[in-house]
Every structure is written in C-alpha cells, then in structure tokens.
C-alpha cells in the first residue's frame, strides 16, 4: 500500500509540474495567436465591406424593380435591404475597433 501512495505522489508532483509549464506556453501562444489574429483583420473586414457593397447594389435593384412595377408595399424591403448593408459596415468598424486597428 505504501509503494501505491508514493507512486500517486509523484504522479500527483509531475502533472503539477507539467501544469506550470504548459501555462506558460499558453501565454506565449495566445499572444501570438493574437499578433497573427491581427493580420486577418484588415482583409476580412474588407471583404465584409464589399460584401455589404454588394447586398447594397442587390437590394438597391430589387426595391427599384418592386416600384417600377407599382408595388405599395416597398417600406419594408427597403428597410429590410438598407438594415443589412448598415449592419455589415457597422459590424467591419467594431471588428476593427475591437482590435485596435481603427
């Protein structure tokens, strides 16, 4: 019974050890996750940009076809479409805010 408690021991003593270390690394790791998390932000939020540049032009059409064609009910589609590209250009500049890039 005694060889099992010291064996438990200095299972117990190396996990702990090993703990510590790996800590460490995780800090180096995160902030280098952060450092190359950094250089996707400017392209994906211009991406982001052209996509809401694109859904503006799409929807720009749609709402244009939806009043040549007498349709009453283009309030809704137009806020609709307008809500979608305002939300994509407010989201571009908090990702870049978030990040300290603006």
């Known amino acids: 019974m005694n060889k099992l408690k010291?064996?438990?021991?200095?299972?117990?003593?190396?996990?702990?050890?090993?703990?510590?270390?790996?800590?460490?690394?995780?800090?180096?790791?995160?902030?280098?996750a952060t450092t190359s998390l950094?250089?996707?932000?400017a392209p994906v939020t211009d991406v982001v940009l052209v996509i809401g540049?694109?859904?503006g032009i799409v929807g720009a059409i749609r709402v244009y076809s939806k009043w040549n064609s007498g349709d009453q009910d283009i309030n809704k589609e137009l806020m609709g479409w307008g809500g979608s590209c305002v939300f994509?250009?407010?989201s571009?500049?908090?990702i870049k805010a978030f990040f300290g890039l603006t």
């Open 6 to 32: 010291k064996m438990w021991a200095t299972a117990v003593v190396l996990a702990l050890g090993t703990a510590t270390s790996f800590a460490q690394n995780g800090v180096t790791g995160i902030n280098s």
């Open 53 to 55: 540049g694109i859904v």
């Open 38 to 41: 950094k250089t996707y932000v």
């Open 92 to 94: 571009a500049v908090v």
């Open 88 to 90: 994509l250009v407010v």
